[in-house]
């Protein structure tokens, strides 16, 4: 599988998100020399209405194995692969796309995860 290599950048002082891959650098590039401004990967994933799924995403996830509980968690990138942190109970999931969906994003909508 060939996954397509994307990032995103949150720049504070315009309140949005910008996105960018490798060939297109535009005013986004002069903020991937500051570590103010964290650089986030596309996981290669859509979420179960199509949107593009990248680090540093609140994901909405439902599982079997909790009795169609949902939970909310961030996607991070760790140990080699990209997982959910859920934080209740510290469950770490790995979950297919169909089960789960953006819900916002670390940088906007942090209130959705409770346990931060």
């Given at each position: ?43 290669g994933l ?69 346990n931060?």
């Amino acid at each position: 599988m060939n996954r397509e290599l994307k990032f995103r950048v949150y720049i504070p002082d315009h309140e949005k998100l910008c996105y960018f891959n490798l060939t297109h650098f535009d005013y986004s590039d002069r903020y991937l020399s500051q570590h103010l401004y964290p650089v986030q990967q596309y996981t290669g994933l859509k979420d179960k209405n199509g949107v593009e799924i990248y680090e540093g995403d609140i994901v909405k996830a439902t599982s079997d194995q909790y009795k169609n509980e949902n939970f909310v968690g961030k996607v991070i990138f760790d140990e080699g692969c990209f997982l959910t942190w859920i934080n209740k109970n510290d469950i770490r999931g790995i979950w297919g796309e169909d089960d789960i969906e953006v819900i916002g994003n670390i940088f906007e909508s942090k209130k959705l995860l409770n346990n931060e």
